[in-house]
């Protein structure tokens, strides 16, 4: 044989197994996302790059994104985010959309990195926004958004905090430093590098952006500071909105969330486990100006991405993730023999239009084969349909886990599956 093609640096395969996963998954955030009155939605994978040098920030365009250009010549990226693209179809239709819009996609992004645990070159993500309000109350709905999904999930507040700071606050603070509106989004971007940078460096850094010691220094403190958040009106609304929305254990304020994208205005938030083991599971905030950037009409935004990776890991960590089984078949329909074929694949489709899912074998094996096979895709239940059950009109069910068996009508068989199926679940 020759060598076997690996599969691109960063990419993933998605076996049954992990894809009932990533299924389980979205099916959860479908679920959490539409009992808020959210719609889904998508938009290209590829997109111009110009859409994200605008407002995305250098670092995500220049080192981060998938870029390549096309026959004519334009360059186009394979998205690294979602928030642009939004945006962009907004602008499109900006006047004939109700307000508020509230939406949700989950589909695939790629970011060019250095692969490691946690962290893939190509990944699925969540994404989800409200757009037309400016009222604090959306920015505490999209947060608490993400904590019912988290509950959902089977993690708890004693698992996971989600961390909140606002860019008004910080933008005042870090003015009060002495820091110009036209160094400030370098100043967040270097807060936002905090935990990713060792002290010195991080010092460094911040001296080669042009900041005095006694700048760097009030940064410090500014970071240290847990309870600045009772002097601004907007993070004492939201927290207070959390509470009524019944998720206010979720939240901490933290004034070293800044969120690294240079298109955020208002509220920011981070969740992360408790232990800190792992990168950001979700992140996001408010928006105000980026439909505007792309040219259409000025409109409010809120919203957040989950990555589909991270938020595995910590589930596996904790011991919810659960055991899928990766085959959808209820019943397996075994083939007795060549010539009772017709009578298996009859009885195949009265299972299934009865709404069973009912998985046909496609050859006369030897029955100890045919359900061994089905014990191994963990097919709960097998139908055999021999001469003697020919016969007698009738087909032997047999129950896998249990070993049990019983005979029953060949036309009684869809509803004593069904009985069954229900029985197990």
Known sequence: MGEIIRPVKGTRDFYPELMAQRTWLYNHIRAVSESYGYQEWEAPIIEALELYA????????????????????????LRPELTPSLARLIAQRARELPRPIRWWSFGPFWRYERPQKGRTREFFQWNIDLLGSASIVADAEIASIGARLLAALGLTAQHIVISVNSRRLMETRVAELGVGAEDRPKVFRLLDRLDKLPADKWAAEGTQLGLSAQQLAGLQLLLQDREQWRSSPELTAFFDTCSALGTR?????????????????????????????????????????????????????????????????????????????????????????????????????????????????????????QLKYADRLAIPFATVLGPDEIAQSNVTIKQLASTTQLKCALTAAPQALLQLRAGAA
């Open 54 to 77: 605008a407002k995305s920030g250098e670092e995500l365009v220049k080192e981060q994104a998938f870029v390549f250009p096309d026959r004519g010549g334009a360059l186009l990226a």
């Open 249 to 369: 254990e979720w939240f901490d304020f933290d004034p070293t969330i800044v969120r690294g994208l240079d298109y955020y205005t208002g509220v920011v938030f981070e969740a992360r486990d408790r232990d800190g083991k792992f990168r950001a599971i979700l992140g996001g905030g408010r928006y105000d100006n980026l439909v505007a950037d792309v040219g259409g009409d000025p409109i409010t935004g809120v919203g957040f991405a989950m990555g589909d990776v991270v938020v595995q890991l910590v589930l596996e960590k904790y011991g919810v993730l659960p055991k899928l089984r990766a085959a959808p078949a209820d019943v397996l329909v075994t083939v007795f023999s060549a010539e009772l074929l017709p009578a298996s694949a009859a009885l195949a489709h009265a299972l299934r239009a009865a709404g069973l899912r009912a998985e046909l074998y496609p050859e006369a094996d030897k029955l100890a084969k």
